[in-house]
């Protein structure tokens, strides 16, 4: 993370492209939030990436006035971490839909919690396919109509904090585009982190699923008491069937990929391989 002493603002990281999601998309409220979080940091734009797939969250790059890579469908991830293990002096965002994360892109969330590469993942999840026009996504809800659906959708849904949490992501939290001051400050600390971090953020789409009052009615902040290195305590939270908890449910420091591949090159430079040759001579 690259930090630089001038004084940014939020406005400093808006690029002059007009974000052409629809009036009132939750997906504003998360970008108000990244500009916020990373002006907070004073992270410099130009040593800053933000990665996407696609959908109408994945626009989100072209919104920013940092580096950006709009990349193809569920493979966000994939080139964040290739990226993050190129140039691990680069602050490295992969943003997107619970589509591209939860459905084409969930293979890579496997493996990039396994690997734990030090990036920041902001999942905007809207619970259907905004772009396409309303289909039922991973993590609609069981017995949803949409056009697809006429009949209420037949499977079950996802759990995006419970999945993470089993997937032994080192930082989990969620925030909602409505309390973007919130949000804000878990996506500051989800940079600060050393590690994968995942923040699912609640994004409504009141074009095609509305669900503002629900979740305004849902959302309720994680219990100031709860350990955030509890990761049984946090699954029971991410389980609450009434309630969508926010705030962080847990984070732990643990050895990094990046770091430990970039160590092992630098061995490598290192080694004396004459020293070796007259050892077993
Ligand atoms: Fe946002 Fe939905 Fe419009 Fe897409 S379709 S820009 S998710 S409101």
Redesign the pocket.
């Known amino acids: 993370m690259v930090q630089t002493p001038i004084n940014l603002t939020p406005k400093d990281y808006k690029s002059e492209v007009k974000p ?3 009036p ?4 504003f409220g998360v970008l108000n939030a990244a500009f916020r979080g990373l002006a907070s940091l004073k992270l410099s734009p130009d040593q800053t990436v933000v990665v996407s797939g696609i ?3 994945s626009r989100f790059p072209h919104f920013m006035k940092t580096f950006g890579f709009h990349s193809v469908h569920g493979r966000a991830l994939p080139v964040a971490q290739g990226l993050k293990m190129a140039r691990p002096d680069l602050t490295v965002v992969a943003v997107g ?1 619970d589509g591209d994360f939860f459905s084409i892109g969930a293979g890579h969330l496997v493996h990039a919690a396994l690997r734990n590469i030090d990036i920041t993942v902001v999942v ?1 999840d ?1 619970e ?1 396919y ?2 396409t ?2 289909q039922t996504s991973p993590t609609s809800p069981h017995g949803h109509v949409t056009k697809s659906t006429p009949y209420g959708l037949l499977a079950s849904s996802f759990n995006p904090i419970a999945t993470a949490l089993t997937l032994n992501v080192s930082f989990v939290a969620r925030g909602y585009s409505a309390k973007p001051k919130e949000l804000a400050t878990l996506i500051e600390q989800g940079m600060l982190h050393k590690g994968f971090s995942f923040i699912h953020a609640l ?7 509305n669900t503002f009052d629900a979740w305004d009615a849902s959302v309720t902040a994680i219990p100031p008491d709860h350990d955030e290195h509890d990761r049984i305590k946090a699954l029971s939270l991410a389980m609450d069937a009434e309630k969508q908890y926010m705030g962080i449910f847990y984070q732990e420091e643990r050895p990094t990929m990046d770091q430990a591949a970039h160590q092992l090159v630098q061995q490598a430079k290192e080694f004396d391989i004459d020293k070796y040759m007259t050892r077993y001579a």
Do not use: I, V
């Open positions: 052409t999601w629809c009132g998309c939750g997906d959908g109408c969250s839909g905007m809207n259907t905004g772009l026009k309303g994004s409504p789409c009141p074009t095609f699923y």
